[in-house]
């Protein structure tokens, strides 16, 4: 993963990032075919997950790091990490509107490859989200997802690290859960980093807010799978020709 092909930098130090980039590290990095990081949808966002993986690589590892997203990024707007303190650094735009808040306590590795793996494991689990975790949690709960209008919003997640003395890590889930009320839902998805000898190096917690809920069915639900499925298939082949 070359991450510095995904953004743009200017010579103050902020940075940018255009329609192409989010899109193309969704599909190709994070394996993220949400329509929101489609390069000519109207309602286009850059994916979280990149900017997760940019600030671990800028702002190093901490032991602790907690993460919570205040607005979607759109295209070429310019950003800057900006500290209030040591533990607590906001993106921002030139207005001083926040994107993104990050905590960040304990110990801290300015080890780019233990960033670079833990982006990597991370944002590759990410892209599985839909359909693998997310449907059958809707099925349990006898709630889906707006099919006309699939919206699945990224709120915030947060890693413990138990150690920074490792490099290659792989992830795992250990619990899903959705809460739902009226026609929101809070999905959480915990799970564990593991090295490269199988120990559990840390945990994580990722939660998602999904709108326009209303009673599951299984056949629109199955509809709208094949229909994601294919279209991630004509997309790959636009992406990796």
Same mark, same amino acid.
């Given at each position: 993963?070359?991450l510095?092909?995904?953004?743009?930098?200017?010579?103050?130090?902020?940075?940018?990032?255009t329609?192409?980039?989010?899109?193309?590290?969704? +599909?190709?990095?994070?394996?993220?075919?949400?329509?929101?990081?489609?390069?000519?949808?109207?309602?286009?966002?850059?994916?979280?997950?990149?900017?997760? !993986?940019?600030s671990?690589? +800028? /702002?190093?590892?901490?032991k602790?790091?907690?993460?919570?997203?205040?607005?979607?990024?759109?295209?070429d707007? %310019?950003l800057?990490?900006?500290?209030?303190?040591?533990?607590?650094i906001?993106?921002?735009?030139?207005?001083?509107?926040?994107y993104?808040?990050?905590?960040?306590s304990?110990?801290?590795?300015?080890?780019?490859?233990? !960033?670079t793996?833990?982006?990597?494991?991370?944002?590759?689990?990410?892209?599985?989200?839909?359909?693998?975790?997310?449907?059958?949690?809707m099925? +349990?709960?006898?709630?889906?997802?707006?099919?006309?209008?699939?919206?699945?919003?990224?709120?915030?997640?947060?890693?413990? %690290?138990?150690?920074?003395?490792?490099?290659?890590?792989? %992830?795992?889930?250990?619990?899903?859960?959705?809460?739902?009320?009226?026609?929101?839902?809070? !999905?959480?998805?915990k799970?564990?980093?593991?090295?490269?000898?199988?120990?559990?190096?840390? #945990?994580?917690?990722?939660?998602?807010?999904?709108s326009? %809920?209303?009673?599951?069915?299984?056949?629109?639900?199955?509809?709208?799978?094949?229909?994601?499925?294919?279209?991630?298939?004509? /997309?790959k #082949?636009?992406?990796?020709?």
């Amino acid at each position: 993963m070359k991450l510095s092909d995904y953004y743009h930098t200017t010579d103050n130090g902020s940075f940018s990032f255009t329609r192409e980039n989010g899109s193309q590290f969704a +599909k190709c990095i994070a394996g993220d075919f949400n329509p929101l990081h489609d390069v000519q949808a109207k309602k286009f966002c850059i994916p979280g997950d990149l900017l997760f !993986a940019l600030s671990l690589a +800028k /702002l190093g590892v901490s032991k602790n790091m907690q993460f919570s997203f205040k607005g979607m990024i759109a295209q070429d707007v %310019l950003l800057n990490f900006e500290c209030t303190d040591e533990e607590n650094i906001a993106v921002v735009d030139q207005d001083k509107k926040e994107y993104l808040s990050i905590n960040c306590s304990g110990e801290k590795s300015s080890d780019i490859a233990l !960033a670079t793996s833990l982006a990597k494991s991370y944002v590759e689990f990410s892209g599985l989200t839909f359909p693998h975790i997310l449907v059958p949690l809707m099925a +349990k709960k006898n709630a889906m997802i707006n099919p006309a209008r699939p919206l699945v919003i990224y709120q915030s997640m947060s890693i413990n %690290l138990n150690t920074l003395d490792f490099t290659d890590s792989t %992830l795992e889930i250990e619990d899903v859960r959705l809460d739902v009320e009226g026609k929101r839902g809070s !999905a959480c998805l915990k799970f564990n980093f593991r090295d490269d000898q199988q120990r559990i190096v840390g #945990k994580g917690e990722k939660i998602m807010t999904l709108s326009g %809920l209303r009673e599951f069915n299984e056949e629109t639900m199955q509809q709208l799978v094949i229909e994601y499925d294919q279209r991630k298939q004509a /997309l790959k #082949k636009n992406f990796f020709l």
